[in-house]
Every structure is written in structure tokens, then in C-alpha cells.
């Protein structure tokens, strides 16, 4: 099982950035697609958007679309998501997370409490102040 570790949450005004990353253990990074998720407390957690083993297909959500992008450095067993232009409505506790043979085209659509989702992060929070 993979272990990941969030960080680079933290307090923005609206309109703002912020970079998160999300480092894996193991050396079998680069045969997972990733993810990241989100949650408040009013709210079930909601997918973000995946990124592919490689890197080359990504997929959003369309409340992020055209603001956030997922990339990932399979070297550096780490994936970011990039937050530009954050709305208050961002403002949530934000994961990554994997699971075996999932791809990211499946992560975009799953439920996110699905068994397949076998490793999360602990999460880092995100506000963002209007």
C-alpha cells in the first residue's frame, strides 16, 4: 500500500494561489494514477481531478476546470495540484489518493469512499478568505 503525505494548505485571499503536494512512499509511483479530492464539513467528498501514470491524461472537475492543474514528477514520487483564481468555495480539507489498477479516467467518476481508493493522505486544509 502506498503512503502519501499532503502539504502547502493554508490561508489565501479569494483570487489567489496555492500549490499542493502530495508525496508517495515505495518506488512504484510511477504504476499509480493519482488523485485529488476534497471535503467540507457540509459536503461529501468530491472528486478534484487524477492524473495518469505518465502524466499525459488528466481529468477535472468542472467546478476547477480552466483553474487547477494536476501535474506530477514520477522521479520526485510526488503529484501538485495547482490552484489558481481560488473562490471561497474552495475553502475545504483537500486529499490525494490512489489505489491499484485504478486509472484516472475511473478516479474522475468513482464514488470517493469506494473500496478502490485504498490509500488517502491525511489531508491539508485550504481557506480561502473572500
Known amino acids: 500500500q502506498v503512503q502519501l503525505v499532503e502539504s502547502g494548505g493554508g490561508l489565501v485571499q479569494a483570487g489567489g494561489s496555492l500549490r499542493l503536494s502530495c508525496v508517495a512512499s515505495?518506488?512504484?509511483?510511477?504504476?499509480?494514477?493519482m488523485g485529488w479530492f476534497r471535503q467540507t464539513p457540509e459536503k461529501e467528498r468530491e472528486f478534484v481531478a487524477s492524473i495518469s501514470r505518465t502524466g499525459q491524461v488528466t481529468y477535472y472537475a468542472d467546478s476547477v476546470k480552466g483553474r487547477f492543474i494536476i501535474f506530477r514528477d514520477n522521479a520526485k514520487n510526488t503529484v501538485y495540484l495547482q490552484m489558481n483564481s481560488l473562490k471561497p468555495e474552495d475553502s475545504a480539507l483537500y486529499f490525494c489518493?490512489?489505489?491499484?489498477?485504478?486509472?484516472?479516467?475511473?478516479?474522475?467518476?468513482?464514488?470517493?469512499?469506494?473500496?478502490?481508493?485504498?490509500?488517502w493522505g491525511q489531508g491539508t486544509q485550504v481557506t480561502v478568505s473572500s
Open positions: 489518493a490512489t489505489g491499484p489498477s485504478l486509472t484516472a479516467q475511473a478516479m474522475s467518476t468513482m464514488e470517493p469512499r469506494s473500496d478502490g481508493l485504498s490509500s
Open positions: 515505495g518506488r512504484t509511483f510511477s504504476s499509480y494514477a
